[in-house]
């Protein structure tokens, strides 16, 4: 009697089976936790291997805690291309989102939030977008330093846009989420474009540098040509620069969490996202991030010392002035750009909360683009003059426009007469 109830006790299934044997009844989403069994392994309180090679039991737990059934095992996630787990390759991320916590706060706050940066990002784009226009249209600004701005602008419309329209959604949205392949996109975008800026602010050191202590051989060195491949060289080396941190990063075992306590993708919460510890991936983006951001910062210092050292000696009051005006513009962006990006990215995860890089990341991605156009028009004359002609000839136009439709209402009369009024001046219209 006690064998026969021996032998029905150890044929009733266990908790662990039964969630085997249920497992095909539940519809598999990516990102949920499970926990798995080693194959050909037995676990206490489980049913003997054969039961469930290959099966495993759908429970939601976290880290080694001990499951109903009596296991301690780790947990991983489904996969959601094969729709189970793969035991032999758990070092593949399973998360198909992320979600950017960004600034907590109540609703009424997150509209305000939204419609401040909405304002700040307007205006970023249309002060960029007239330096452009003002350096396109005006013959007298076709020269190398001016040629570097241009670009500079435009790479800081680039810089706010990989960034603030995402920011602005998640304020609205309820779920803040982003996409695996979205979240790597906007960090490479970020990293590439921040990392070109550095370089473009280099150049542009260099341009002071030759056009103040090197005059005479300044219109030979530094041509219209060679600044354009200077630029081009900019852009290729910063979005080729990061290519190697950001795929060690996106390679990290993205099982366990997926809440991003920033309101971007960034390397540092990105690395603390990960299940297993990379101090070896931590050390080569801390590196990389070093490597240009020092050495980029000393031959900028280098630059303008020998620059300034040269303005020094400058007999006249108004060519000392005119240097200093030039160079103090650009001394302010850096001074701006890198006493920010230095707190974040010298050492990513040491020491700051993510509080004070939110907002310290936050000055260098809105504020800098901001300030850029506001520091090189009002102290730079030549600037000055070219955006007053701009917004004349725009405003003169758009009151020739205005004093044509109201001189020539859309009749079928007026049109004809309008038309061959211009066919006989030969105007265009």
Known sequence: MDAMATRMESSRPTPCALSCQALGKFLVQP?????????GGQASGCSPPAALSGTHCRHSCTGTAALPCGCRRRTTSICPKEGKLNPMNSNTHHVSEFILLGFPCTWE???LLFSLFSVIYVLTLTGNLCIICAVWWDHHLHT?????????????MWYITSTVPNMLANFLSETKTISFSGCFLQFYLFFSTGGTET?????????????IC???????VMTVQRCIRMGACCWLCGFLYFLLPIHLISQLPFHCLNKIDHFL?????????SCVPAPATEIICATFNSVLIFSTLLFIINSYTLVIRAVLRVPSAEGRHKAFSTCGSHLAVVSLFYGSIMIVYVSPTAGNSAEIQKYVTLSYIVLTPLFNPLIYSLRNKEMKEALRKLFKTVRFSQKKELKQLVCYP?????????LSK???TGEPH
């Open 31 to 39: 990102g949920v936790k499970t926990h798995h069994l080693p194959l």
């Open 109 to 111: 706050v997150q509209i």
């Open 144 to 156: 190398p330093m001016y040629v570097l701005l241009a670009n500079f602008s435009f790479l800081e």
């Open 199 to 211: 370089l473009f602010l280099s150049a542009m050191a260099f341009d002071r540098y030759l056009a």
């Open 214 to 220: 090197r005059p005479l051989h300044y219109p030979t």
């Open 265 to 273: 993708c960034d390397s540092g919460p990105l690395i603390k996202l």
């Open 410 to 418: 859309f009749t079928p009369f007026t049109v004809r007469k309008f």
């Open 422 to 424: 211009g066919k006989k």
